[in-house]
């Protein structure tokens, strides 16, 4: 069970940098506020359910700036 | 569609339908339950109970990366009912491995129900399609485990 939880843990932080990595940082501050803040969130996060939420973006507006700000959704 | 060939019916939780707003995902979400091939279910008190309690179990836990409402729903449901979930968020999957509550859930995410679809050559052109499709990117380390990385 440990092993499984350091692998998934690894996997998620994988899945971080290649977040980080292929944003379009430009075009994500370009973005105004809260869609800037949302897009930070997701990329931290990957969660799209929590950083629509917590900002109060639609989650299927948030998935086309997703798109656009070249943001991968990472299965891991 | 291929993944009606490994289910004859997707069931989605209302918390998760509702959340479908747009065009083409909406159409394309009411032509399958207009054939019946997807049903919404309506939210339903036994199924709230479980996902509260897995809201807490999993968002309690550290080691475990948070779960959404809608996603526990979902899980919850499937426990209930016996069903495997379909999702893309590692948090179900991880809670169901490590959860003595939701031992016997079966969650899988797109990787594993492309690998149940196809194998080979065919598997690898339909990762790259649904990879340029959705945008969705796989773990390496399981794409080297199949042998298509």
């Known amino acids: 069970m ?3 939880l350091e692998r998934y843990r690894e996997e998620l932080e994988w899945a971080r940098e290649l977040r980080r990595k292929e944003a379009d940082w430009s075009y994500i501050e370009s973005r105004p506020e809260p869609l800037r803040t949302a897009l930070k969130l997701l990329v931290e996060t990957g969660d799209l359910w929590y950083a629509a939420a917590l900002t109060g973006i639609d989650l299927e507006e948030l998935n086309e700036e997703r798109v656009r700000a070249k943001i991968p959704l990472v299965v891991v | 569609m291929d993944l009606f060939s490994l289910y004859n019916r997707l069931l989605a939780p209302f918390a998760v339908f509702s959340e479908i707003k747009r065009e083409p995902a909406r159409s394309f979400a009411f032509a399958l339950a207009a054939e019946r091939r997807l049903l919404v279910v309506p939210r339903l008190e036994a199924v709230d109970a479980l996902a509260l309690r897995i809201l807490e179990l999993v968002n309690a836990d550290p080691s475990l990366p948070p779960i959404d409402p809608p996603e526990a729903y979902a899980l919850a449901f499937a426990k209930r009912a016996g069903y495997p979930l379909l999702t893309d ?12 509550e939701l031992r016997g859930v079966e969650v899988l995410d797109s990787l594993d129900v492309l690998r149940l679809l196809y ?20 773990s390496a380390r399981r794409l080297r485990e199949l042998g298509v990385a």
């Open chain 2, 119 to 138: 194998s080979g050559e065919t598997l690898f052109k339909a990762l790259k399609e649904f990879t340029e499709d959705t945008g969705v990117r796989f």
């Open chain 2, 89 to 100: 968020n590692a948090s179900p999957k991880l809670a169901s491995l490590t959860l003595e």
């Open chain 1, 2 to 4: 440990k092993d499984l």
